[in-house]
């Protein structure tokens, strides 16, 4: 069974819109969702737990309708976005009103978290850093056996040591929980590390969703000399010009071995930026 579909989302604003947006993600698995800032995954991810009203479309998580039981579904997932909730408040408090949502809440699972990231519930929730407030966030979650986590720029801000830790649980969650994870970030070198698949959002449109592997090996960093580009900017994703000739991403299936130029595997970076690249070529 598919944690997550996503089909055919959309969701029109004056100045954006979503477009048919459609994915999904496989139990047990961890899916970066990308794209630059604007891009359209917060809309998304609002739209699919019915935070703000889509359009259209249909959002199935853990092979329910979310129109249909919204209620029973939230309470298989967990929501981290790392924005501070109720500041002033203890942690045990603010515990105490969160696990009144939750009939499967288990107190031995969450006092475990809190001994392992050492999170002291008598502290208030702004007397925590950046990363120990995700790590409270992630206790949350975790403790009501959370089945699907949406994670919502989760790293955004924190060191790279907290960081790497913050990635190792997620790979933990997911190996031994069967928990499946949604992760929003522009950070890719984070899901290079941890994702199995990626989906690419830009400007409201669903770029490709597949596995990382496949995902990336769709393209070949390219760079040449500057008498070559007339010949091949029409075949390339985008390109950036400099002293010495140019840059670019080319799709592996345009690609001739004829070509003049270099090539190369690609990073999630690099293809994230030769697309944005590719809307200024062609403005």
């Known amino acids: 069974m598919d944690a997550l579909v996503v089909k055919n ?5 004056k100045t954006f819109e979503l477009k048919d947006v459609s994915f ?12 630059e800032n604007g891009a359209g995954k917060t809309t998304t991810i609002k739209s699919m737990l019915n935070v703000i009203n889509k359009d259209s479309g249909e959002i199935t ?16 997932l967990g929501y981290i976005s790392g924005d501070s909730f109720y500041p002033k408040k203890r942690l045990k408090e603010v515990t105490a009103i969160y696990q009144t949502f939750f ?26 850093s950046k990363g120990m407030k995700m790590k409270y966030e992630l206790s949350l979650a975790m403790s009501h056996h959370a089945k ?8 955004s801000g924190l060191d790279p040591v907290v960081r790497d830790e913050l990635l190792e649980i997620f790979q933990t969650i997911v190996e031994n929980e069967e928990t499946s994870v949604l992760f929003s970030t522009h950070i890719t070198s984070d899901l290079e590390k941890c994702a199995d698949y990626i989906t690419f959002i830009q400007d409201g449109k ?7 592997d496949d995902f990336v090996e769709k393209y070949y960093v390219v760079n040449g000399e500057k008498e070559v580009l007339p010949t091949l900017k029409d075949q390339l994703v985008g390109y950036r010009e400099n002293a010495f000739g140019f840059n670019g991403l080319i799709e592996v299936s345009k690609f001739k071995k004829s070509y003049p130029i270099k090539h190369a595997k690609p990073s999630l970076d690099d293809i994230m930026i030769y697309y944005a690249e590719g809307k200024k070529n062609n403005a």
Do not use: C, H
């Open 61 to 76: 998580i853990l092979g329910k309708d979310i129109d249909q039981e919204e209620i029973e579904i939230k309470k298989d």
């Open 9 to 13: 989302l959309k969701k029109s604003y």
């Open 206 to 212: 669903i770029i490709d969703s597949a596995t990382k």
């Open 103 to 128: 009939n499967t809440w288990d107190e031995a699972v969450y006092k475990n978290y809190l001994k392992r990231f050492n999170l002291d519930d008598n502290k208030r929730i702004d007397e925590l």
């Open 148 to 155: 699907l986590l949406v994670l919502d720029e989760p790293t």
């Open 24 to 35: 999904s993600i496989p139990q047990g698995y961890i899916m970066g969702f990308i794209g």
